[in-house]
């Protein structure tokens, strides 16, 4: 068995989660790369997009805030809707410090949310992705500015000015071959933005995997400094490390303190989204939650959180290269 991020023989199965009824799968950690990975498999994705109720409904439901804002011609609004979350915030911020004149290129725009933003603020853009039942989505909501990932238009636009995405790392059988491969489509000079799963959110002890951020949706989760170390000779990279918030550093240091260990999650069916599943109660969870939740009250009530070491957030690893 060889990574599949660095190819190195270098790797030890760690264990299987099953977030999905159904999708088992093993996790390996790469000694050399520093990855933690499962398997790829790419028609998982369209049939994400395609379950009206599977765990992609956020999509369908940004989607719907950001069409009201973008069909007013509202682009407060609708920077207010996106900005909500600080991965679309870092994306919005750092491109609007770019001239308007920049031909901008997403990967991996789902239902074309965020593309929206650009679309209305006037910027040259093309928004791509793997999903067919995702792609042509974003066209019916706004507009004829998005194409398949094998498109020849994805190539044709190159150079760039700056490629951008969202979490699509975490999701790419190939993350470092990708990543080059997106390099080699700017002008020199010009940036590739995104944000990555971050390892380190392994927060609680014998943790193997995010329930943000399941199999077979994301398969590796990258540790900090990757990126420095695999792109340095082409880019000057940046990485920053986003903290999540306090209460949930508050509840990751009464994990560690009282020895809570990291249990594997009860299976549901990829076809309900995890609000609507209710799995079966396991012993001492309830008491356990309502006793978190009373120390996070009471921490933010006496001021108490800025006490607590801040934790990574599980997407909070942000990285900017710029081509040499």
């Given at each position: 068995?060889?990574?599949?991020?660095?190819?190195?023989?270098?790797?030890?199965?760690?264990?299987?989660?099953?977030?999905?009824?159904?999708?088992?799968?093993?996790?390996?950690?790469?000694?050399?790369?520093?990855?933690r990975f499962t398997r790829h498999?790419?028609?998982?994705?369209?049939?994400?997009?395609?379950?009206?109720?599977?765990?992609?409904?956020?999509?369908?439901?940004?989607?719907?805030?950001?069409?009201?804002?973008?069909?007013?011609?509202?682009?407060?609004?609708?920077?207010?809707?996106?900005?909500?979350?600080?991965?679309?915030?870092?994306?919005?911020?750092?491109?609007?410090?770019?001239?308007?004149?920049?031909?901008?290129?997403?990967?991996?725009?789902?239902?074309?949310?965020?593309?929206?933003?650009?679309?209305?603020?006037?910027?040259?853009?093309?928004?791509?992705?793997?999903?067919?039942?995702?792609?042509?989505?974003?066209?019916?909501?706004?507009?004829?500015?998005?194409v398949l990932w094998d498109s020849?238009?994805?190539?044709?636009?190159?150079?760039?000015?700056?490629?951008?995405?969202?979490?699509?790392?975490?999701?790419?059988?190939?993350?470092?071959?990708?990543?080059?491969?997106?390099?080699?489509?700017?002008?020199?000079?010009?940036?590739?933005?995104?944000?990555?799963?971050?390892?380190?959110?392994?927060?609680?002890?014998?943790?193997?995997?995010?329930?943000?951020?399941?199999?077979?949706?994301?398969?590796?989760?990258?540790?900090?400094?990757?990126?420095?170390?695999?792109?340095?000779?082409?880019?000057?990279?940046?990485?920053?490390?986003?903290?999540?918030?306090?209460?949930?550093?508050?509840?990751?240091?009464?994990?560690?303190?009282?020895?809570?260990?990291?249990?594997?999650?009860?299976?549901?069916?990829?076809?309900?989204?995890?609000?609507?599943?209710?799995?079966?109660?396991?012993?001492?969870?309830?008491?356990?939650?309502?006793?978190?939740?009373?120390?996070?009250?009471?921490?933010?009530?006496?001021?108490?959180?800025?006490?607590?070491?801040?934790?990574?957030?599980?997407?909070?690893?942000?990285?900017?290269?710029?081509?040499?």
């Open positions: 068995m060889n990574c599949r991020i660095c190819q190195s023989n270098q790797v030890q199965q760690v264990g299987t989660v099953e977030f999905y009824a159904g999708f088992n799968w093993p996790i390996w950690d790469c000694a050399n790369c520093g990855c498999e790419d028609a998982v994705y369209d049939r994400l997009h395609a379950e009206a109720n599977s765990s992609y409904v956020r999509y369908r439901e940004l989607t719907t805030e950001c069409k009201r804002e973008f069909d007013r011609g509202n682009l407060d609004g609708l920077k207010e809707v996106l900005t909500k979350a600080s991965k679309y915030r870092f994306i919005i911020e750092e491109v609007r410090e770019k001239t308007r004149t920049a031909h901008l290129l997403e990967i991996g725009c789902a239902r074309g949310f965020l593309t929206s933003y650009f679309i209305l603020a006037g910027w040259t853009i093309t928004g791509v992705d793997v999903s067919v039942e995702a792609t042509n989505a974003a066209v019916a909501s706004f507009g004829n500015h998005f020849p238009e994805v190539a044709a636009g190159a150079p760039y000015d700056l490629i951008y995405h969202v979490g699509t790392v975490g999701c790419l059988a190939d993350p470092v071959g990708t990543t080059r491969q997106l390099l080699g489509m700017l002008k020199v000079g010009g940036i590739l933005l995104f944000n990555a799963p971050n390892r380190d959110a392994c927060w609680t002890k014998n943790q193997l995997w995010f329930e943000s951020a399941p199999p077979p949706d994301v398969v590796t989760l990258f540790p900090s400094g990757f990126w420095r170390r695999y792109f340095e000779d082409i880019a000057d990279v940046a990485e920053g490390i986003e903290p999540c918030p306090d209460e949930r550093s508050v509840a990751f240091g009464l994990r560690r303190l009282f020895g809570r260990r990291w249990r594997q999650p009860l299976p549901m069916p990829m076809s309900a989204t995890a609000k609507a599943f209710v799995p079966p109660r396991r012993l001492g969870d309830a008491t356990w939650n309502l006793f978190e939740r009373f120390c996070c009250h009471f921490s933010r009530v006496l001021g108490l959180q800025r006490l607590v070491s801040k934790q990574p957030s599980e997407y909070g690893l942000l990285v900017r290269m710029t081509k040499r």
